[in-house]
């Protein structure tokens, strides 16, 4: 059935989509109430740059500004436990103004664009819009949920941005673009704030330098950022145990199985009928996607933005333990996960699955373990295993 059928047929009161409150409910209830304070008009503060992807290289961009602020509205990082009909209200409150450029453009109206990308708080603005902003809440299975928007007239800052002296520093520096990402990870600058200013266009040689639509430039930081660190982790000593980290959220279940050995990656998706993409299936859809020790070097096609937030919560893992592993993630969608949040909800429950693990010394009481967790046979997932199959004689021992 329909995502569209099945909300005709509920209509927020019979928890079909098997979530009690319907998330889609504040939608609506905010919706007369945001009508009144949107208009041609608008001031206030600006707390991200987002930039579409259609018509490249031609595409829209402008700052998203707070109509009512909340705490957190526009940090996923603190989001993690909060129900779905919360992240849809905050995000609701967020009003983005959208103007076409061109990737390469420097004008005026670039400039300002990534001064409030680099601002380390909320910068108030004025904005003038062709019509007044029309009220609509959009879902993307890699961005963050997208409130109302209207198209800008004019845009002017009311105030000075604040800009780390640090940021500015290496963003005027001639660095490539990679190069300049990961200095800003290591001194602190956490991927969220990165996708931005990797957005504005501010990052590479001077030559190369564009702008980044939104959906391309969350993937891309969670890349580069990734292989950073794997340069580090593959030259450090192997874990000596079989550890197995879980977690839950939002219908997203992370069973997470590190095993001695030279650094590889494996990264299961397995999508219940019901869930979202998933709504014609009769049985759990599983995807896969491997890389070896050298690295991936295809696009994960199969998985998307959701295998690089898996990947980058894992190497983030390894990083801190100076340690190397062969990881698999067993990450399975159930039905409650109907409404696409954006690829935040893998980074973040995979990171939370990090904090707490169970040690064992062989890889059949690890194995044991973890399928006592996951609805599929772990017999299912093997047969499936590129990482399972290379069976080592110290497994069995």
Known sequence: MSPTRLCLMCKGGRALCGNNPCPLIPRFKMAPEIK??????????????FVG??????VSLGPMAAIEERPNMDNPEKWLGLKYSEIIEIRSLLLRSRRQENVKSDSRYILEAQELALASKPTDIEVLFKNKPSYNVSFSDVTQPMGP?????????????????????IVSDDLKANEAANILYQKGTDVYKLSTILSSGVLGL?????????????????D????????????????????????????????????????????????????MWSRGLKKME???????????????????????????????????MKRQARVIVFREIYEGYNISLGVWVVRQT????????????TLKEAMDYADSKLRISMNEYVSRSKLLKQRRLGDFF
């Not at 030279?262 to 009928?273: D, I, L, M, T, Y």
């Open 149 to 169: 928007s209207g198209t800008l007239k004019k845009l002017r800052i009311a105030e000075n941005p604040k800009i780390p002296q640090k940021l500015e520093k």
């Open 206 to 222: 001077e030559k190369n330098k564009k702008i980044v639509p939104t959906h391309w430039s969350i993937t891309g930081i969670d």
């Open 224 to 275: 580069l950022i990734a292989k950073d660190l794997m340069k580090k982790i593959r030259e450090y000593p192997s874990i000596n145990n079989y550890i197995v980290f879980e977690s839950k959220y939002l219908d997203n279940h992370f069973v997470i199985l590190m095993m001695p050995g030279n650094w590889e990656f494996e990264n299961f998706e397995a999508w219940a009928p019901g869930s």
């Open 350 to 361: 995979a990171r939370s699955a990090y904090k707490k693990k169970k040690e064992f010394s």
């Open 286 to 320: 599983i995807v896969e996607e491997y890389e070896p020790f050298k690295g991936k070097t295809k696009y994960a096609d199969q998985e998307g933005g959701g295998y690089y937030a898996s990947r980058i919560a894992c190497v983030e893992k390894l990083s801190k």
């Open 36 to 49: 009144k304070k949107i208009s041609e008009d608008f001031f206030g503060p600006s707390y991200n740059l």
């Open 53 to 58: 992807r259609f018509g490249y290289p031609n």
